[in-house]
T-cell receptor
Framework: AQKVTQAQTEISVVEKEDVTLDCVYE???????LFWYKQPPSGELVFLIR??????QNEISGRYSWNFQKSTSSFNFTITASQVVDSAVYFC?????????????FGGGTRVLVKP | DAGVTQSPTHLIKTRGQHVTLRCSPI?????VSWYQQVLGQGPQFIFQ???????GRGNFPDRFSARQFPNYSSELNVNALLLGDSALYLC??????????????FGPGTRLLVL
């Protein structure tokens, strides 16, 4: 069965520090898709990135970067020069080609607190 | 363009009652999915609907049901409410192809409290 683990439940940093969120997944499918979402206190999940299993290129978008390593089943997320507005809960999620529908399996989330 | 909308935003019910939650997808999106998020946990998949047909179902009891209307909006119904049904219920919409890589866009959710 598919599974997503986010071992860090909460990370606290001071503004301008870098923060890396870990995500480890388990799947039997050879084709799958990984996502990161941000959930601010308002509750709405905000889409950040999608990555296909056959594309291991790392990606950078502004202060955000993602490191996908198939060999270790990890899809880690780094926020560079963190800001107070980055404070939120971040979720890693997995979608599998073999699943019925496009079900997302989420990790437990990592709460990031950025202090001024 | 409007995002995914959900109503109501908050709801308080008592055990044994029935509840109906509503969702309108992003314009042009034909698929709606429902998720339950218990406090402190990640969202859990309940249902996906596309063109009024159920495409996927998570591990939830038959007390949970849903439907999708011709305008692609959707309702989630929960019967015989239990205290454990207290959660944030999230609706997500997507274009609706069969591509599993499709991104789902979430609404603000409905916070349900069962007393």
């Amino acid at each position: 069965a598919q599974k997503v683990t986010q071992a860090q439940t909460e990370i606290s940093v001071v503004e301008k520090e870098d923060v890396t969120l870990d995500c480890v997944y388990e799947t039997r499918d050879t084709t799958y898709y990984l996502f990161w979402y941000k959930q601010p206190p308002s509750g709405e999940l905000v889409f950040l990135i999608r990555r296909n299993s056959f594309d291991e290129q790392n990606e950078i978008s502004g202060r955000y970067s993602w490191n996908f390593q198939k060999s270790t089943s990890s899809f880690n997320f780094t926020i560079t020069a963190s800001q107070v507005v980055d404070s939120a809960v971040y979720f890693c999620a997995l979608s599998e080609d073999g699943a019925a529908g496009n079900k997302l399996t989420f990790g437990g989330g990592t709460r990031v607190l950025v202090k001024p | 363009d409007a995002g995914v909308t959900q109503s109501p935003t908050h709801l308080i019910k008592t055990r044994g009652q029935h509840v109906t939650l509503r969702c309108s997808p992003i314009s042009g999106h034909k698929s709606v999915s429902w998720y339950q998020q218990v406090l402190g946990q990640g969202p859990q998949f309940i249902f996906q609907y596309y063109e009024k047909e159920e495409r996927g179902r998570g591990n939830f009891p038959d007390r949970f049901s849903a439907r999708q209307f011709p305008n692609y909006s959707s309702e989630l119904n929960v019967n015989a409410l239990l205290l454990g049904d207290s959660a944030l219920y999230l609706c997500a919409s997507s274009v609706g192809t069969s591509d599993k890589s499709e991104t789902q866009y979430f609404g603000p959710g409905t916070r349900l409290l069962v007393l």
